[in-house]
């Protein structure tokens, strides 16, 4: 079945810790997202990327990197600039730009 | 700038009963609309969604919304609610327009359905 596999489910950083976490999609879909999701503020756009090789910045890129070398890849570093890191990041993926976006099941990220 | 606001944070409703949640988006174009569901732990799943045509949609499990420009609402609707409904719901707002497309998410709408 097509669909986006995100892992792990539960990963834990230390202080000054980077950590990655991963998103593969087989949809063939063109485009990538990655949000976080923090209880009672929906969803905020982290990163974005349109093609392989190309990506933008969402509303809270601060303290994130992202890479997109395959298409069906779009890992996200949360770096030790990121503060605040605790919360839920979900990962989407869409045939285009303004068509639905379809969501992995999620990484909830802890710190220790 | 577009936004999408819910104005309920929670609703309880009895089992059978009828539902509608709010949605009012601020957008100058025709938006796309979308209503996403959300059980606790998971990922989103894609309801329903109005990109043009007929204003009322027709969506999984039974729910529909209905698009009036007027109002600048989406609202969601479903005659009766079965204990698996329970969840939370978000409704979403995107451009289409431009090469920086990307949705703005509501806070969200967590639904409790009582026996």
């Known amino acids: 079945d097509g669909g986006i596999t995100q892992s792990p489910k539960y990963l834990f950083r230390k202080e000054g810790q980077n950590v990655t976490l991963s998103c593969e999609q087989n949809?063939?879909?063109?485009?990538m997202y990655w949000y976080r999701q923090d209880p009672g503020q929906g969803l905020r756009l982290i990163y974005y990327s349109q093609i392989v090789n190309d990506f933008q910045k969402g509303d809270i890129a601060e303290g994130y990197s992202v890479s997109r070398e395959k298409k069906e890849s779009f890992p996200l570093t949360v770096t030790s600039a990121q503060k605040n890191p605790t919360a839920f990041y979900l990962c989407a993926s869409s045939i285009r730009d303004n068509q639905p976006q379809h969501f992995g099941d999620g990484t909830r990220l802890s710190i220790l | 700038a577009q936004s999408v606001t819910q104005p309920d944070i929670h609703i309880t409703v009895s089992e059978g009963a009828s539902l509608e949640l709010r949605c009012n988006y601020s957008?100058?174009?025709?938006?796309?609309l979308f209503w996403y569901v959300q059980s606790p732990g998971q990922g989103l799943q894609l309801l329903l969604k109005?990109?043009?045509?007929?204003?009322l949609v027709q969506g999984i499990k039974g729910f529909e919304a209905e698009f009036k420009r007027s109002q600048s609402s989406f609202n969601l609707r479903k005659p009766s609610v079965h204990w698996s409904d329970a969840a939370e719901y978000f409704c979403a707002v995107g451009s289409g327009m431009d090469s920086s497309y990307k949705l703005i998410f509501g806070s969200g709408t967590r639904l409790l359905v009582r026996p």
């Open positions: 957008y100058g174009a025709t938006p796309y």
């Open positions: 109005y990109f043009s045509g007929d204003t």
């Open positions: 949809l063939n879909h063109d485009a």
